[in-house]
């Protein structure tokens, strides 16, 4: 798919050098420096969004899809849980799981003696989603009302990680994506646990992500309605850190600072 991918953006960007080349005799020589810099513009742009395919395009209110890269990473970035649709003899299932994103993969793991890691261990075809609340879109109308969120859906095949290395490597940033440097301060998985645990990737080939922003939309007709109209914004809140009870004397509390997302 990636390879795909690929040869179409080089395909797309050659047709594109051919048209300047053709143009470039006609233009001035002032001029000339702007086609080398659109072929390099054009590139970074094929490099730093994600292609929309049959299944990824948003067909519905389009012009709230997103495909920058930059965008996708941070909503995946600024979320915990992400929920994995999977289908088991016609049976379909979504199960809620932590993850952790790596450059343009996800990892996202369970006990291995759960039916999502049995059944993604054969190469079962998956759907993953990260929704963010942002807020409640109150309208003068029922039709209208609606919420600001923003999601990123992904397709693709999972493989569970076999190198104990790279398992490893997964579980320090699920670790460290709920709570920044904690992998570093508190005890590594013991050998038990690593075989306890299941992690599976995904590459990021087939994603999309839709947004939406900004109050209400109403009819005209009914701005004339004395109906209180708007968005009321929902943010997570932190408490403050209870103990365990069994905490060391002297050991400070964790700073929740280190759990903030940071927009």
Same mark, same amino acid.
């Given at each position: 798919m990636a390879g795909e991918k690929n040869s179409r953006a080089v395909g797309e960007a050659s047709r594109f050098v051919v048209q300047l080349r053709q143009a470039e005799w006609t233009a001035p020589e002032r001029e000339k420096w702007f086609f080398p810099a659109t072929v390099a513009v054009l590139c970074w742009r094929l490099m730093e969004t994600y292609e929309p395919t049959e299944r990824t395009q948003v067909r519905r209110l389009p012009k709230r899809g997103v495909y920058d890269k930059t965008q996708v990473g941070a909503i995946l970035d600024e979320g915990y849980l992400c929920h994995v649709g999977f289908v088991v003899d016609g049976q379909p299932y979504v199960i809620?799981?932590?993850? +952790?994103? =790596? !450059?343009?993969?996800?990892?996202?793991? !369970?006990? +291995? =003696?759960?039916?999502? %890691?049995?059944?993604?261990?054969?190469?079962?075809? $998956?759907?993953?989603? %990260?929704?963010? $609340? /942002? *807020? #409640? $879109?109150? +309208?003068?109308? +029922? #039709?209208?009302?609606?919420?600001?969120?923003?999601? $990123? %859906?992904?397709? *693709?095949? =999972?493989?569970?990680?076999? /190198?104990a290395a790279e398992k490893r490597e997964a579980l320090r940033l699920f670790t460290n994506h709920v709570v920044p440097g904690r992998w570093e301060e508190v005890r590594e998985p013991n050998e038990q646990e690593l075989r306890a645990t299941s992690v599976l990737a995904l590459e990021l080939d087939e994603v999309s992500a839709k947004v939406r922003t900004g109050p209400p939309l109403d009819e005209e007709e009914d701005y004339q309605l004395p109906v209180w109209a708007g968005v009321v914004p929902v943010r997570s809140e932190l408490g403050e850190p209870i103990s365990d009870g069994r905490v060391i004397f002297g050991t400070p509390a964790i700073s929740t600072d280190r759990l903030r997302r940071r927009r």
């Open positions: 809620p799981t932590l993850y +952790a994103r =790596a !450059g343009e993969r996800i990892y996202f793991h !369970g006990s +291995a =003696a759960s039916r999502m %890691v049995r059944s993604l261990s054969e190469s079962i075809r $998956v759907c993953l989603t %990260v929704t963010l $609340v /942002d *807020g #409640f $879109v109150l +309208a003068r109308s +029922a #039709f209208h009302h609606s919420m600001n969120y923003r999601s $990123v %859906v992904v397709l *693709g095949q =999972a493989r569970q990680l076999t /190198d």
